[in-house]
């Protein structure tokens, strides 16, 4: 795999964060990174979701600050995914932060 193409690693990212197992998917993220590629408005939806899985709410701290680096944190898709992992993790408060940025 050419491990420049962020649209294969959103793609095994995406596979592993619906399928399992999640840790996989973080792991690939943090790949990823390790490469230079920055992840996207896809990437970000799914590495959260494997977060959420896993409820590990300190990786998903950390990769909500990946997104506000980037950019992406107004994004109605990033910020569903941020919602949703800190509502899983059980940290509503941070779920209503994210939700109360989201302009759409």
Same mark, same amino acid.
């Given at each position: 795999? %050419?491990?420049?193409?962020?649209?294969?690693?959103?793609? /095994?990212?995406?596979?592993?964060?619906?399928?399992?197992?999640? +840790? @996989?998917?973080?792991?690939?993220?943090?790949?990823?990174?390790?490469?230079?590629?920055?992840?996207?408005?896809?990437?970000? %939806?799914?590495?959260?979701?494997?977060?959420?899985?896993? /409820?590990?709410?300190?990786?998903?701290?950390?990769?909500?600050? +990946? @997104?506000?680096?980037?950019?992406?944190?107004?994004?109605?898709?990033?910020g569903?995914?941020?919602?949703?992992?800190?509502?899983?993790?059980?940290?509503?408060?941070?779920?209503?932060?994210?939700?109360d940025?989201?302009?759409?």
């Amino acid at each position: 795999m %050419p491990k420049s193409n962020l649209f294969l690693w959103n793609i /095994l990212i995406r596979g592993y964060a619906w399928n399992g197992p999640y +840790h @996989v998917s973080i792991s690939l993220y943090y790949q990823l990174l390790d490469q230079g590629l920055v992840p996207d408005n896809f990437t970000f %939806p799914f590495v959260l979701k494997a977060c959420s899985g896993l /409820l590990a709410l300190e990786v998903g701290r950390d990769i909500h600050k +990946h @997104v506000k680096k980037t950019g992406w944190e107004m994004d109605s898709f990033v910020g569903a995914g941020l919602i949703d992992m800190y509502a899983k993790c059980g940290c509503i408060n941070g779920s209503r932060q994210v939700f109360d940025k989201i302009v759409q």
